[in-house]
């Protein structure tokens, strides 16, 4: 009678589990087909795509610590690239996901560009970093025809000042 009694339990309560496990399968396979469905319906039109498609920077900059002196380098990866201003804010974006910069009016041969939360660049990263950001971005974006100065926008801080960049400003840096 005891191991009828003992069966019996064990019984019901595979039985109650797999019904459990069944009804949490049901529901995850809906919710993946859900999800599915709305990565579907939200897939990215070829204008979005473009825009953000992830092209390598066409300069690589480089603080060397122990002379004190940036290393500013064409890239290798990026001399058969076309470059737009939208996909080189990206590029930075990708590098400095905390700095987000937003691109501004073109006026002659400056752009103006914009961080509306600098922060991280004008107190967290050091005088190095942010020499070494602003060095990237001014390369970056004076590599477009037309393209001599980049008018940064920002909150000045202890380690970045906002301001008129242009190539020649990092010449003392390297």
Known sequence: M???KS?????????????CMNNNTEDQNKENDSVSIEQKNTAPDSASISKTALVPLPYIVNYDES??????????????????????AFALKNKYPEIDLRVGERKQ?????YIDDATYLTQSIGSAGANNYLAEATYA???LDSVKV????FEPGDHAMPGPYDRKYFDDFH
């Open 67 to 88: 002379t004190g002196r940036f290393e500013i380098d064409k890239n290798p990866a990026a001399e058969t690239v076309a470059f737009t201003s939208e996909q080189l």
């Open 109 to 113: 041969d400056t752009l103006e560009l």
């Open 7 to 19: 069966l019996l339990i064990a019984l019901t309560i595979s039985i109650l589990l797999s019904g």
């Open 150 to 153: 980049v008018n940064f926008m």
């Open 2 to 4: 005891f191991k009828l």
């Open 141 to 143: 974006f004076t590599s």
